[in-house]
């Protein structure tokens, strides 16, 4: 039997380049779980329903397991391993799951976690009812959501704080921003 | 230091799996072979023929393999691994099938191939033709028993139990009133998000076998694959890595998978490895739930109830691996917190040609308890009382505790309640929902033109079963205290709840606290995780290990320090003389001064070598002693501990789309003492999400062909956010005699009596009987057509209300 043409892809996954060869049907999923070694995305059901496999393809989120890596050709990817900052430190989304107890097998947790950070970067001061939406594409089986949606609520509102904290650092402005930021950071 | 147990502490596994550092399955064995399966596609059929010769051209196809080729043991039907003496008729299957098939979805080939999009080629290029018999879907074909599904087993029936306490019969007919109903709950399933998965890799050099799998019995399925491949234990290495989600699928052991994956590594001496894809998981791993139930209740005026008789019929599906565990339990857990005058209960397990059904989460309770929840509900509106108050006139007492059923439990032994407070429970409960001030609400509500409906629902859950589980607690010459059990976990948070016991006991940081579970290299003795028994058995058998390392650390500081023992304590990873805080040794000298050494590796291990000890009249490791701070503890317990808990919630269903909200969901819930509250409301959320699920979304659906019409997330309908509610809860704490930590299991709680629940619920809230659970707004709206006809009864309670 004829073995499947290769295609040579380029894409940057978490700032970094790869080139790979790939058959046109292997899905993005396999490929950055099997060919460039990042596991954190997790395939639940590869029909594109559970959002385990969900990953940031230029900001927004895009189901692995409904792409095929050659559709990623020059896209800049974004996988869990990636949410944090270079030197380990865990994003805001990441320390509120964990703070808001927002995980148990942990299985589904990068799919919440990639959504959500696209999600407040949108929307930084979201209601309960629009971060239930936003992470409606995603299924949990472990958490009954109830933890998720307060881990997101948490997420933004660190992000509030760290952005009023960012703001009385910088220290310009008129006086009066950095107490405008933590009133907003405490709403 | 504060004391970690019972503290909601954030657990200690998240950084990993926030991270993407998780390490799952899949995630493992890059660069292995890829096993992927042929899979019967007819419900019961002979199999005529297998043709794998179109497949033998695919470029990168390694092996492919039928029953024929299977060796020994292997070639064997799989193991029963609960044999009962009511399973008359046990049959479980081929790891490849034999000659016939039972199910959609039954192994028939195995290929291994370069990867699996190659390996799944070669399967849809292999022939294998069939002639198809009759199936056997339902439960009413498996009674009519016009076909059968295993030729040698008259009746479809595997098993048959009965058993009495007292005679119900008897009461009933002399009982002032009596009532029957005749109830039906449907299939589901566990689903955890990351499917089933193995990987193995032989040694040959060695002559052993490592072997990952995603399985909630590390030491199970060692023992299998070493017993189906003839191999001596020791040779056999069972690591369980991060496992996405159980929920009782993954306590199924062997799976197929599971030694035939591990057979071919050896045989090819290739790493081979099988990752479950979502439709495989639907149509050949395991379901749970679908009974038939009848219920005949004799009862007083007050609503006691003095005799109650229940008929089970249970679907056990096409094989009966795991045994009749879970109609066992259906039928002694169905008591919930009452005491009924007399109890009758006889079961019979059927044969269908439908996947074979194992534990799901609650396992067997959610049915038990629902029969008997509709049972007081219709015994309620019979008599035209407070749900609530029918309930508290049947429960067991604190002061009866403890309450022995005359019945024997799925463990076999009795059937006794150790402890509980179910009238205080219920008192908790009301407060939280509202429950005496829900008819004025409802008054509110008709006003507006809204219809709702409150329901109530009681259970008891036999948790902690035997026979045992060990910890082995070691504190190193580096100060890091490592833990180790041999049960699995699969995101209970068990590091973090048995790092907080042994932190406590030997008043450690918890950061210097490891824990490591399901791996039988480091711990070779367990059961495995299930009915919520982790942290009552492998709790108690560490806290119970630690409880050791703190004497003996004691002992050997005394040694040291020249001080009795008893003088000691320990505080902040340090022993010290209680008298004189400055006299002090670290646990991390301790330990090297526990393990008296020739040879000296580091400035540490110099102060702990023979010339380092003075005392030479004596052996270096006293007799009795063991070199190393460290033990191993086993528990044991003399029977279960029983948890309970109580649900209550407010529905409304749209008068005119028959869609079903729930607007409040209430829990109090009693697991003894709480290691972490956190963690267990985490349970309790979960356990409440996969009722709701069950309740109203999920129902495993064949045809009349055995086919299974919903085999995907987008036809088999899990919630998502949007469709479970927000849960209040409350706890109460009724520490179990039982053990030493007074613990009892929490990870099945929520789900137990969702569906008794819900139907409570819309049953208030549509003022006729609701008896078949799961129900979608399509159910409603029929059954509302129904009503409307006059083809179903109104609830007494309506017509009072509409006559009021």
């Not at chain 2, 059929?45 to 299977?70: C, P, Q």
């Not at chain 2, 450690?508 to 003795?525: A, C, K, N, S, W």
């Amino acid at each position: 039997m004829t073995v499947p043409e290769l295609h040579e892809i380029t894409l940057r996954v978490n700032g970094v380049a790869y080139r790979t060869r790939v058959p046109a049907r292997r899905l993005l999923s396999d490929c950055l779980r099997h060919d460039l070694g990042l596991t954190g995305t997790h395939v639940g059901c590869e029909h594109g329903v559970c959002g385990c496999c969900t990953v940031l393809v230029d900001g927004q989120p895009a189901r692995s397991c409904l792409m095929f890596a050659v559709m990623a050709e020059g896209c800049e990817v974004t996988t869990v391993e990636g949410l944090a900052a270079p030197d380990g430190t865990l994003s805001a989304v990441q320390r509120a799951f964990a703070e808001c107890h927002g995980l148990q097998c942990g299985f589904c947790t990068p799919g919440f976690l990639t959504v959500l950070t696209a999600f407040l970067t949108e929307n930084p001061k979201p209601t309960e009812e629009e971060v239930v939406e936003a992470i409606s594409g995603n299924l949990c089986r472990c958490t009954g959501y109830q933890n998720i949606v307060a881990a997101a609520l948490r997420a933004a509102e660190i992000l509030r704080e760290e952005r009023a904290e960012e703001i009385v650092a910088a220290g310009d402005g008129d006086g009066a921003e950095p107490e405008r930021a933590r009133e907003e950071a405490a709403e | 230091m504060t004391r970690l147990f019972g503290s909601p502490i954030p657990r200690l596994e998240d950084e990993r799996l926030v991270s993407g550092r998780g390490r799952y399955l899949d995630d493992l064995g890059r660069g292995a072979l890829a096993a992927a399966f042929v899979r019967a596609p007819h419900a019961h059929a002979r199999i005529v023929d297998v043709d794998v010769t179109d497949a033998l051209d695919i470029d990168g196809l390694v092996a492919v393999y039928t029953w024929e080729d299977l060796p020994g043991k292997l070639a064997e039907p799989l193991p029963l691994l609960i044999p009962h003496p009511a399973l008359t008729h046990p049959k479980t299957g081929y790891p490849l099938a034999r000659e016939e098939v039972n199910h959609v979805g039954e192994p028939v080939v195995m290929v291994v191939a370069r990867d699996r999009y190659v390996a799944e080629d070669a399967c849809d290029r292999i022939r294998v033709t069939y002639d198809p018999l009759p199936p056997v879907v339902t439960i009413e074909d498996a009674v009519r028993a016009e076909h059968l599904v295993h030729e040698e087993v008259p009746g479809n029936v595997a098993a048959h139990l009965v058993q009495e306490n007292g005679d119900a019969r008897a009461a009933i007919a002399a009982a002032p009133h009596t009532l029957e109903l005749d109830l039906d709950i449907q299939r589901s399933a566990s689903m955890p998000m990351e499917g089933r998965g193995v990987y193995a890799r032989w040694d040959a050099e060695d002559g052993s076998l490592r072997v990952y799998t995603s399985t909630q019995t590390s030491t199970s399925v060692r023992a299998a694959i070493a017993a189906k491949l003839d191999l001596p234990l020791h040779k056999v290495e069972v690591v369980v890595p991060d496992v996405g989600g159980g929920f009782g699928v993954k306590i199924m052991h062997p799976w197929p998978e599971e030694v035939l994956i591990p057979w071919a590594a050896r045989l090819l001496g290739r790493e081979i490895k099988w990752t479950e894809d979502r439709r495989e998981h639907f149509i050949s791993s395991a379901h749970e739930r679908r009974q038939l139930q009848k219920v005949r209740v004799g009862f007083d005026d007050a609503g006691r109830v003095l005799g109650l008789d229940v008929e089970i019929w249970h679907d056990n599906g096409a094989y009966t691996p795991y045994g009749v565990i879970v109609p066992i339990i259906t039928s002694t857990q169905l008591l919930g917190p009452y005491k009924p005058g007399a109890y009758r209960v006889e079961f019979r397990s059927l044969y269908t040609n439908t996947v074979m059904v194992t534990p799901y989460r609650g396992a067997g309770r959610p049915q038990g308890v629902y029969a008997m929840e509709r049972t007081l509900d219709a015994i309620a509106d019979y008599l035209g009382k407070d749900r609530a108050e029918v309930r508290e006139v049947n429960f067991v007492k604190p002061e009866e505790m403890p309450y022995d059923h005359g019945l024997v439990f799925q463990d076999g032994r009795p059937l006794v309640y150790d402890s509980g407070d179910f009238a205080a429970s219920l008192r908790l409960l009301k407060e939280l929902v509202g429950w005496d001030d829900f008819e004025s609400y409802r008054e509110q509500a008709r006003a507006q033109g809204r219809r709702v409906g409150i329901g109530i629902a009681c259970y008891v859950e036999g948790t902690g079963v035997g026979p045992y589980e060990g910890g082995h607690v070691l504190v190193e010459p580096s100060g890091r205290v490592m833990v180790s059990t041999g049960l699995t976990t699969q995101g209970q948070g068990h590091h973090t709840v048995f790092a907080q016991i042994v932190a406590d006991e030997l008043s450690v940081p918890i950061e210097q606290v490891h824990v490591t579970t399901g791996d039988t290299r480091l711990f070779g003795y367990a059961v495995g995780t299930f009915a919520s028994r982790a942290a009552v058995m492998s709790g108690n058998a560490i806290a119970l290990a630690a409880r050791e390392v703190r004497a003996k650390a004691l002992k050997i500081a005394g040694e040291a320090l020249s001080r009795d023992p008893e003088d000691l304590e320990i505080v902040a990873g340090a022993v010290r003389a209680k008298d004189d805080p400055d006299t002090a040794l670290d646990l991390a000298t301790v330990a090297v001064l526990s393990n008296p050494l020739r040879y000296a590796f580091d400035e540490a291990a110099k102060r702990a070598t023979q010339f380092a000890v003075t005392d030479t009249s004596k052996p270096p490791v006293p007799e009795g002693e063991k070199p190393g701070l460290e033990a191993t503890a086993y528990y044991s317990p003399p029977r279960s501990t029983f948890a309970n808990g109580m649900h209550a919630a407010i529905v409304e269903t749209d008068p005119d789309t028959a869609d079903i909200k729930i607007l409040r969901y209430c829990v109090v819930h009693d697991c003894g003492r709480m290691i972490n509250p956190r963690i267990v409301a985490g349970q309790i959320h979960g356990g409440v999400a996969q009722g709701v699920a069950g309740a109203l979304y999920e129902r495993i659906v064949y045809d009349e062909n055995g086919q299974l019409l919903n085999a995907s997330f987008m036809d088999f309908l899990m919630p998502y956010a949007t469709e479970v509610p927000k849960i209040e809860h409350a706890h109460l704490e009724t520490s179990s005699p039982l053990n030493p930590l007074g613990i009892k299991g929490a990870g099945e709680a929520g789900v137990i009596p969702v569906s008794a629940l819900l139907a409570s619920a819309i049953e208030d809230a549509e003022g006729f009987r609701i008896t078949r659970m799961p129900i979608s707004p399509s159910d409603l709206w029929h059954l509302r057509q129904r009503f409307a006809a006059g083809e179903i009864e109104p609830l007494h309670r309506a017509s009072r209300r509409e006559t009021a």
